[in-house]
């Protein structure tokens, strides 16, 4: 009987990382196939742009989380930042799951918050008005009645846009702000946070009203390299793919 439970986040799929592609699938079609569950924790894709898009490597990966989900392991996925338009289309061909961004499941016992982490960035006030824009249903029927040559256009023209704003920005701006992650764990009644986002992979200590806390970041997949964080009965561990 299959127990652990693996989180993964932050892997940016796009056609021209060959490499990143090459190493989910062979963790979807080796590793994966181990755990209870399987969360993907956001921005599984550099950009999606509508469930309607089927250009490389999307083919593949839906194809393979599908396997993965008929082989009994259970998928959950939590929109990210660059994926918040994956819907029910993608869902209904790949047996995945979505999950609201903020999520608790009882991990082993022990309420643990599931985010993507964007929302902790507090600090970036131009980021948080953008996202409350772009969750809009409003929002999201006007950008996904546009033609799909259109959609994919435009992401490549953020994502250009997105990478010269970052330079602009402090690394403290785009990092989690503490007291949000306080407040937000308060809110939950969770004394455990896993998320990704920031791709700056720790497991924070701290407090939350005299009581102890953790908060673990997931890694960014890069060409050379990946993380997973696996828990089971006996704690966790993060394994490289």
């Given at each position: 009987?299959?127990t652990?439970?693996?989180?993964?986040?932050?892997?940016?799929?796009?056609w021209?990382?060959?490499?990143?592609?090459?190493?989910?699938?062979?963790?979807?079609?080796?590793r994966?196939?181990?755990?209870?569950?399987?969360?993907i924790?956001?921005?599984?894709?550099d950009?999606?742009?509508?469930?309607?898009?089927?250009?490389?490597?999307?083919?593949?990966?839906?194809?393979?989380?599908?396997?993965?989900?008929?082989?009994?392991?259970?998928?959950?996925?939590?929109?990210?930042?660059?994926?918040?338009l994956?819907g029910?289309?993608?869902?209904s061909?790949?047996?995945?799951?979505?999950?609201?961004?903020?999520?608790?499941?009882?991990?082993?016992?022990?309420?643990?918050?599931l985010?993507?982490?964007d929302?902790?960035?507090t600090?970036?006030?131009?980021?948080?008005?953008?996202?409350?824009?772009?969750?809009?249903?409003?929002?999201?029927?006007?950008?996904?009645?546009?033609?799909?040559?259109?959609?994919?256009?435009?992401?490549?023209?953020?994502?250009?846009?997105?990478?010269?704003?970052?330079?602009?920005?402090?690394?403290?701006i785009?990092?989690?702000?503490?007291?949000?992650?306080?407040?937000?764990?308060?809110?939950?009644?969770?004394?455990?946070?896993?998320?990704?986002?920031?791709?700056?992979?720790?497991?924070?200590?701290?407090?939350?009203?005299?009581?102890?806390?953790?908060?673990?970041?997931?890694?960014?997949?890069?060409?050379?390299?990946?993380?997973?964080?696996?828990?089971?009965?006996?704690?966790?561990?993060?394994?490289?793919?």
């Open positions: 009987m299959k652990e439970i693996q989180f993964i986040s932050d892997l940016h799929l796009t021209d990382k060959p490499e990143i592609t090459q190493r989910f699938l062979q963790f979807l079609g080796s994966a196939t181990k755990a209870h569950a399987l969360y924790l956001g921005d599984l894709f950009a999606w742009v509508g469930d309607d898009d089927f250009s490389p490597p999307n083919p593949k990966i839906r194809e393979a989380l599908k396997r993965l989900s008929e082989s009994g392991t259970q998928i959950y996925f939590q929109q990210g930042n660059r994926d918040f994956l029910d289309r993608f869902c061909d790949t047996g995945v799951a979505l999950i609201h961004d903020p999520f608790v499941i009882d991990l082993f016992g022990v309420p643990t918050l985010m993507h982490g929302l902790l960035c600090d970036d006030l131009p980021y948080q008005e953008f996202r409350s824009k772009s969750r809009s249903p409003e929002w999201q029927r006007n950008v996904l009645s546009k033609p799909l040559f259109v959609r994919l256009l435009a992401a490549r023209w953020y994502r250009l846009r997105s990478f010269f704003h970052k330079r602009k920005k402090s690394q403290e785009m990092d989690v702000n503490q007291d949000t992650v306080v407040r937000t764990m308060l809110e939950y009644h969770c004394l455990r946070l896993i998320h990704g986002h920031t791709h700056r992979p720790d497991i924070h200590n701290f407090e939350v009203e005299g009581k102890s806390a953790q908060r673990y970041v997931l890694s960014a997949w890069t060409k050379d390299k990946g993380d997973v964080l696996v828990w089971d009965e006996n704690g966790y561990r993060i394994e490289a793919v």
